[in-house]
């Protein structure tokens, strides 16, 4: 075989990965990611601990097809509010990123929320950035085990308790409790535990800043939603180099290279290297830089969060904010004012009560005593809301229409129950073959509460 030419090099399609170390660090954004982690975690553990009205107050119940949103109740046929959801979730996600960059990944992110906690648990067991570095190195001893063992059973108890939390929203929680207590778990919440505790400890423990360089679709198309005046973090190039320590070459920038930058990043990611799709935008490197700034008696803000024009065209704090509201950041905040007002008003308009028709496929009509004209329905009515209430059914689009059984029905909150309605005419009223009419469904208590429904009556030849 012929030898490579030396002007060849060979280039590995994947590399094996480099463990990261990341450097504790506080500042104020690291201060503020810690709030945001609290907050997310103390909604996402206690919500589904919270009762409303007699039962828990956010519970998806698949298997009685209803969503419990605290006071709302919704049904299969309210999936246009789960539409609405996605749609005003993506809309603010395009917003804050066209302002501010990859900031959801950052601060509220679960992937970069549950690897800061999973960080935290590391280093309190086996301490800091320098003592991990050197007990990996370390030949394996009881006090290795036992260090390890001890992290890997605090990750393993966090995940499991995070996927009876995740699972909590779909079955009650206590009653979820007593089944695990009672060694009486059902196959599909088991199942389900075991899969998000294991995709707990296997994203945050060991994959980490895999899942967004390589999973996590939103670092490709990042770049779609910024533009030259969207907030990132950047390092002033102008200022800091050329890199060096103080004092001894008068020509040296800022940057003294200490590479605290790159000891604090969970992505391992130098940013003096310019914006890179690993960056996650947690701000990390700005409170290192800020702290070995102070040190050194230079001004912070050497990495800051900027923009792309305001770095290269030296704009002050005042014209860099001036340009936030762009035509692009405009539109997004009308589009989504404009569907978070629609879906709280459809939200807050909604009827909680919902009925269909159904007529009987064994009889089309028949002819009763007196003459009287009789077709058969199933009304299907169904009180979306949680207070009982008195029904009062009556129909109306032929003269002579009346109703040959009870014309009030009593349902619970929160269900659905079908009736059988015998409608009836005169003889010789209503025209041969099908008619339109309407069936109205009023709640005795509550007459705000009323829905009308279309149907067909069949008169025979």
């Not at 012929?2 to 990261?20: H, T």
Request: charged share 20%.
């Amino acid at each position: 075989m012929d030898k490579l030419s030396p002007d060849l090099a060979i280039v590995k399609m994947y590399s094996a990965r480099e463990e990261i170390y990341p450097r504790e660090i506080k500042g104020r954004y690291a201060s503020l990611r810690w709030i945001c982690l609290w907050l997310t975690q103390l909604v996402f553990y206690g919500l589904p601990w919270l009762n409303w009205n007699g039962r828990q107050a956010v519970l998806f119940d698949l298997g009685a097809r209803k969503f419990y949103i605290f006071g709302i109740v919704l049904w299969p046929q309210d999936f246009i509010y789960l539409a609405a959801l996605l749609i005003i979730s993506a809309y603010a996600l395009f917003l804050f990123t066209a302002v501010a960059g990859r900031v959801w990944c950052g601060f509220a992110c679960p992937q970069t929320v549950y690897t800061e906690i999973f960080l935290w648990i590391e280093r309190r067991i086996e301490g800091t950035r320098s003592a991990r570095m050197r007990l990996d190195r370390q030949s394996w001893s009881l006090q290795k085990a036992l260090k390890k063992s001890g992290k890997h059973a605090a990750w393993a108890a966090l995940s499991i308790w995070t996927g009876l939390s995740f699972v909590g929203y779909f079955t009650p929680i206590h009653a979820l409790m007593g089944e695990v207590l009672a060694m009486g778990l059902g196959p599909w919440e088991a199942f389900w535990i075991a899969f998000y505790s294991f995709a707990t400890y296997g994203n945050a423990g060991w994959m980490r800043e895999q899942v967004c360089k390589y999973m996590c679709p939103y670092a490709r198309f990042q770049s779609a939603m910024i533009d030259k005046d969207t907030l990132i973090i950047t390092y002033d190039r102008q200022r800091g180099e050329p890199r060096g320590a103080k004092g001894k070459d008068a020509q040296n920038g800022d940057c003294i290279d200490c590479s605290m930058c790159v000891q604090v990043c969970p992505t391992g990611i130098d940013i003096r290297n310019g914006l890179q799709y690993e960056c996650i935008g947690c701000a990390a490197c700005i409170d290192a830089c800020n702290s070995v700034m102070k040190k050194v008696e230079s001004p912070p803000g050497l990495i800051r969060y900027s923009t792309e024009r305001a770095i290269t065209s030296r704009l002050s704090l005042a014209e860099m904010r001036r340009r936030v509201l762009r035509p692009r950041v405009l539109a997004y905040m009308a589009l989504l004012v404009l569907i978070i007002a629609a879906f709280f008003t459809a939200l807050a308009m909604r009827t909680p009560l919902k009925i269909d028709v159904i007529r009987d496929r064994g009889v089309m009509a028949r002819e009763v005593e007196d003459g009287m004209i009789e077709n058969v329905y199933r009304l299907r009515i169904m009180n979306t809301g949680e207070t009982p209430h008195r029904f009062h059914i009556s129909v109306a689009g032929i003269d002579s229409i009346t109703l040959a059984t009870p014309p009030e029905v009593d349902i619970d909150g929160a269900t659905t129950r079908a009736i059988p309605v015998r409608v009836r005419i005169n003889p010789g009223k209503g025209a041969h073959g099908s008619s339109t009419i309407v069936f109205e469904v009023t709640a005795v208590d509550d007459p705000a509460v009323e829905v009308r429904e279309k149907a067909v009556f069949f008169v025979p030849r």
